[in-house]
Structures are given as structure tokens and as C-alpha cells.
């Protein structure tokens, strides 16, 4: 998105800017350099115009998503079979998470404890005729591990309220939203300062900071009264004085990169766990975790081992309750580095590896794979688990799009064929065409739709403009488009190597166009077409067993999100399990040419939604063609 002046004149003045700048500072809407510099997040100052019916159908999925992914997570049959091809393509990352995944006991597949926290990546496209809603949200794809940006979603939403509520009168900011034409007619008073108030009470503020830290600090309590009840003390009496040392000494273990550029979003969690919910939190890079972590089983008995970290100049030692992965979703996190030497709870889980040679062999070479190893073997709560994190990859999501599976998998865990059938066309309404590609591209359709051969031959037809060719990695700047897709497809067809063997060919979608979008980024004031993104939280934390959500009405789920107030957000655990549905949004929106959607690094920024009547949204808005 190049700057844009309007007749000469600048979008925002200095002051503005500044103003805008400084609300993010005292409110925590930054991004780190990764050493002591801040800057302010990518925003939007134009919020996204959004059809009140499709966010209200991506809402009612979330709590099945939430399902499926947890019923995956603990179906080691499905994961180990359809991951087994990549995993031999990807074998230093995706087969190394799968042979740590095939050695774990079945006991903690089925039944440990694990928190998900997931994201589902949505773009509106245009619907067919038989579709009630005028833009279908499509799934981009479902993330499972370090699901971030949800706690600078809820500021993000917070700052533009606040920013058109205090100059809805600027001259300026009215001139913005009077050349902001999907806004609807419906919408727009005669006069521009009320059509500004109006959007920024009309605002939907993301939830997400408080539901999120609501779900982590209920992993934690369930593992507080696990360790009350094996002390013979989980009728709710004892001491106040002893209750109050057990949960100082229990810990909550953020695993997060070196040098972390979003440590805003991350201690936005921690201030709440602690404001709200009281619990302690401890911050570690792979590299520390090999030198700070101790595993004691005389603590637990004859199971999974306890966890500990010991670290600081008082060497204090804490007992870890959930270990929350930010770190550990790309290979670069796993780079071996010997230098820190050996702690016991790294030892503990090589020796408890060496019945298997092969991930011996593995696991001696590589102190940050043997933390994970170690981290996965022990009794604190993972989130998410390997079974989560493996379940989130693009391989399982192509086949679940496959014919048939989503509505075999959702009947192997409900028992309810019914439900299953309910719950799977919901689902399938969002899917893309995705297709799985073989060693030799030339595999036989197992794919709706003509099956890969064909899904190869269109992408080359148009110089890959309509696909996107995507790797088993997260993160972002993994993906290949238009020539570069185009070129990688002709070069493996006419290769006998398996260089994309594992790699995912999904069809492009038609978003919607937002013509003058105006952005805040790097100190400056932007403005051109643009298009967005959305992601829906989820959370749900269990053990393997519980009720399947229930399948609400459209009108049920378009209530209004509840109001991000101080309260009590914790939620009772029923059948041990607690499927926390929808846990609010993020919404990144880009330039309308762009492929990748960091917002780090400014290729996207964070954005609010308006929820308009789907009528008025069609009539609004313009598609690319």
C-alpha cells in the first residue's frame, strides 16, 4: 500500500499522529524491536464494514472446530496414517514432531489434560446461489499453536473506538470517512461527525484478551486441585496461609522466542492472569528451558513426572502448571546448540527415550527437541499438546476437506450420527478446494473436485494467480504465489524428487475490496485499496472425554459479544471438559496486493469489525474481479 496524499494535503497532521502514537504506548498497543525500542502496532483508523450473518455463522462453528480439534489431537490412528508421507518429506521438523508423537504412551494421547488455544483464518469470498449469505467466509486455515495477536485484538478495538470518538469533529478524520464508500447507505447520517459516532459505538471489541487468559487460568486451577487432591486435601478446606504458599510456588510457563518482537501481546496475557485470576507466570526461550527445567517423579508417584523450573540469582524452584507454547511452530526454533550443557529434566527424558533408537539417536543430538520431549512427558498441562499441535498442521486440513473423513471423524468421537452430519455440513461450508500433493504429482483423486492432477493443471493454466502452493510450516512468508507457484509445479512435475511432496495447492479466494482503507504504520498515515482477514479464537481444554457442543441456531449465535468488562470470566468445567466456543476475533487487513499478512512487519494491520445487516454489506461492497 503506497502513501497517498489527498489534493496535496496530508491524511493525518503531526498532532494526530502523535496522539495516536502516544494512546498506544500508555495502553500497550506496541511491538518490540526485540531489545529495549517500541514501536506502536500497525492499525487500521477505517474500521472493516462486515455482514452481521457471517459473522455470526463463523461464531456457531467455532465450538465444533474447538471439538474436532481436541477429538484429533487424541486420535493417534488418523494422525500417524495421514501424516506419514509428509512426515518422511519434512523429516527434519514435521518428522520429528511425528516420531515424538508416535512414542507417547496411549494413556496420554486419549486422556492428559491439554489447553487449545486456536485461531481459524477466515477471507470472505463471493457466495454461489445456493448460499443465503451474498460472502462466504472460507477458510484459510486453523492454527493450533501460538495462536497470537488475540490480546493487541482487543486494544486494537479499544484505540479505534477511542480515537473516532475523540475526533470524530477533526476535519480530517471526517474526510476519511467520507470518501469510505462500503460503508452503507443505511448507515450514514446527514451529518459525517454522528456517521463517526455511530461506527465508534457500533465497534465489535474482540474479547479475546479476557477469554483467553480466562481458558489458561482454568488449565490452571485444574491442575491446582489435582495437586490438592493427591495431597489428600481437595475438600476445600486447610490452611489459608498453606493454600497461598501451594499456588506461589506453582508456576505458568510462557515458552517463547529469543529476542520476541511481539512481547506486547504476551505480557498482555500475563497482566491479566495475574490482575484477574492471580496466577504467577514465568517467561523461557528453548535455550534457558535446557538449563532452568527438573523433572521429580517422587512427587507424582508411578506417572508422568512433575515438572519444575529453577532459575534466578535465588535459584528458586517453582512447579510448572501449563506450559503455553509461543515458540516451538518453526524449525528454527529446534537449532542445536550444545553450549548450556545439560539439565536433569533433559537427561530424564533421554533416558526415557532410549527404548526407541531412532528417537534416541534424535533426541542426543538436540538439547531444544529433548525440552519439548521433556515438557510432553511430564504432568503440567500442555497447550497445546504434540496431538494439538500436529492436528493444526496443512496436511491434516486437506484431509479433513477429503470426502467423507470430516464426517468420519466427527462420528468416531460423538457416537451421534445425527449430530455428526449437522456438525460436518456446517463445517463444509467454509472449505476450500485443497489438495495434497504426492511425490510424484500424479497421484489418484482422493480430493472433491477433479483431485490434485487436475487442481495442478488449472494452477498452471493461469500462471498460479488463482492458488496458493503452502508447506507444513507457520509463521508466514512460507507460501508460493502466482510465478513463483507456477515455476515450483513445473520444475517437480518434470522432476522424479519429491521436492513438493507434503506441500498443500489450495484455491485463492475473492475478498472483498475496501477502496480507501487508511493505515497507521511506522509513524505514518497511509491509504489505498485494501483487503481483509479474520480469525476466530477457540478454546477448549480437556482430558479426552466430554459432551459435544451443541449446534446452535444462526440467530443464536449473532448475539452481540458480551461487553470486555471486569468480572468473573471463569467458566465451570462439565463432563471434564470445557469447550470455551467463540474467544473472540483478530482482524488483519492489507494492501490489496499483498500475499503475506504480518503484521510485525507491516505487511498487515490490526483492524476492527462494524457489523452491518448482509444486505446492505452486498449492495456496499465491490469484489475484485
Known amino acids: 500500500m503506497a502513501s497517498t496524499a489527498v489534493d496535496a494535503q496530508p491524511l493525518i497532521d503531526d498532532d494526530l499522529l502523535q496522539q495516536i502514537n502516544t494512546w498506544c504506548g500508555v495502553h500497550g498497543l506496541m511491538y518490540s524491536d526485540g531489545g529495549i525500542k517500541w514501536n506502536a502496532a500497525p492499525l487500521s483508523l477505517t474500521p472493516l464494514p462486515y455482514p452481521t450473518g457471517a459473522f455470526a455463522f463463523v461464531r456457531q462453528m467455532q465450538p465444533v472446530w474447538n471439538y474436532l480439534m481436541d477429538s484429533i489431537a487424541r486420535n493417534r490412528s488418523f494422525l500417524l496414517s495421514e501424516l506419514k508421507n509428509v512426515a518422511a518429506s519434512d523429516e527434519e521438523f514435521t518428522g520429528t514432531l511425528y516420531k515424538l508423537f508416535r512414542a507417547l504412551p496411549e494413556s496420554q494421547v486419549r486422556g492428559a489434560w491439554a489447553l487449545g488455544v486456536f485461531r481459524s483464518d477466515y477471507m470472505l469470498s463471493p457466495s454461489s446461489s445456493a448460499e443465503p449469505l451474498g460472502f462466504v467466509p472460507m477458510q484459510v486455515e486453523i492454527n493450533t499453536i501460538a495462536s497470537g495477536l488475540g490480546c493487541l485484538s482487543t486494544k486494537a478495538g479499544h484505540f479505534l473506538r477511542d480515537f473516532l470518538l475523540r475526533h470524530a469533529a477533526h476535519p480530517q478524520v ?365 478454546t477448549f481444554l480437556g482430558r479426552g472425554v466430554g459432551a459435544v457442543p451443541r449446534l446452535d441456531d444462526a440467530s443464536e449465535a449473532a448475539r452481540p459479544v458480551a461487553p470486555d468488562v471486569d468480572g468473573d470470566a471463569a467458566f465451570p468445567i462439565e463432563d471434564e471438559a470445557m469447550n470455551g466456543g467463540y474467544s473472540g476475533y483478530l482482524l488483519r487487513t492489507k494492501g490489496a496486493e499483498v500475499d503475506e499478512g504480518g503484521v510485525a512487519t507491516g505487511f498487515a494491520v490490526l483492524n476492527a469489525l462494524y457489523l452491518v445487516p448482509d444486505g446492505d454489506f452486498s449492495a456496499a461492497f465491490e469484489h475484485r474481479s
Open 174 to 538: 471526517q474526510r476519511i470517512f467520507e470518501e469510505q464508500e462500503e460503508f452503507p447507505s443505511s448507515a450514514k447520517p446527514a451529518n459525517t461527525t454522528k456517521l463517526i459516532q455511530r461506527v465508534a459505538h457500533g465497534l465489535e471489541v474482540s474479547p479475546s484478551l479476557r477469554k483467553i487468559a480466562s481458558a489458561m487460568a482454568q488449565a490452571h486451577e485444574v491442575y491446582v486441585r489435582r495437586l490438592r487432591s493427591r495431597a489428600g486435601n481437595d475438600d476445600g478446606g486447610g490452611d489459608d496461609a498453606d493454600a497461598d504458599a501451594l499456588r506461589d510456588r506453582i508456576r505458568l510457563l510462557f515458552v517463547v522466542q529469543p529476542r520476541e518482537r511481539n512481547v506486547g501481546d504476551q505480557r498482555a496475557l500475563e497482566e491479566e492472569l495475574w490482575r484477574r485470576h492471580g496466577v504467577r507466570c514465568e517467561f523461557a526461550t528453548f535455550a534457558e528451558l535446557s538449563r532452568w527445567l527438573q523433572v521429580d517423579r517422587d512427587s507424582g508417584g508411578n506417572d508422568a513426572p512433575t515438572l519444575f523450573l529453577q532459575r534466578g540469582p535465588d535459584r528458586a524452584r517453582y512447579e510448572v502448571s501449563l506450559v503455553y507454547f509461543r515458540a516451538g511452530y518453526t524449525p528454527s526454533d529446534y537449532v542445536a546448540d550444545e553450549s548450556h550443557g545439560e539439565c536433569a529434566a533433559a537427561l530424564a527424558g533421554l533416558a526415557e527415550a532410549s527404548h526407541d533408537a531412532d528417537l534416541h539417536r534424535l533426541l542426543c543430538g538436540n538439547a531444544a527437541w529433548r525440552v519439548r520431549w521433556t515438557i510432553e512427558r511430564s504432568r503440567a498441562i500442555k497447550c497445546p499438546s504434540l496431538g494439538l499441535h500436529l492436528a493444526g498442521t496443512k496436511a491434516v486440513q486437506a484431509a479433513v476437506a477429503r470426502e467423507g473423513v470430516l464426517e468420519a471423524l466427527l462420528t468416531g468421537a460423538s457416537r451421534d450420527d445425527a449430530w455428526a452430519a449437522r456438525a460436518a455440513a456446517l463445517l463444509r461450508r467454509c472449505f476450500a478446494e485443497q489438495h495434497l500433493l504426492s511425490a510424484t504429482l500424479e497421484a489418484p483423486s482422493v480430493a472433491a473436485r477433479g483431485g490434485p492432477s487436475a487442481a495442478i493443471d488449472a494452477a498452471l493454466a493461469c500462471d498460479g494467480r488463482d492458488w496458493v502452493l503452502k508447506p507444513q510450516r507457520e509463521g508466514g512468508g512460507n507460501n508460493l504465489y502466482r510465478e513463483a507457484l507456477a515455476d515450483a509445479l513445473r520444475a517437480a512435475r518434470g522432476s522424479s524428487s519429491a521436492q513438493l511432496q507434503g506441500f498443500v495447492l489450495m484455491r485463492r479466494f475473492e475478498p472483498p475490496l475496501q477502496r480507501r482503507a487508511v493505515f497507521y504504520k511506522f509513524g505514518q498515515a497511509v491509504c489505498g485499496a485494501a483487503v481483509s482477514e479474520l480469525g476466530i479464537f477457540g
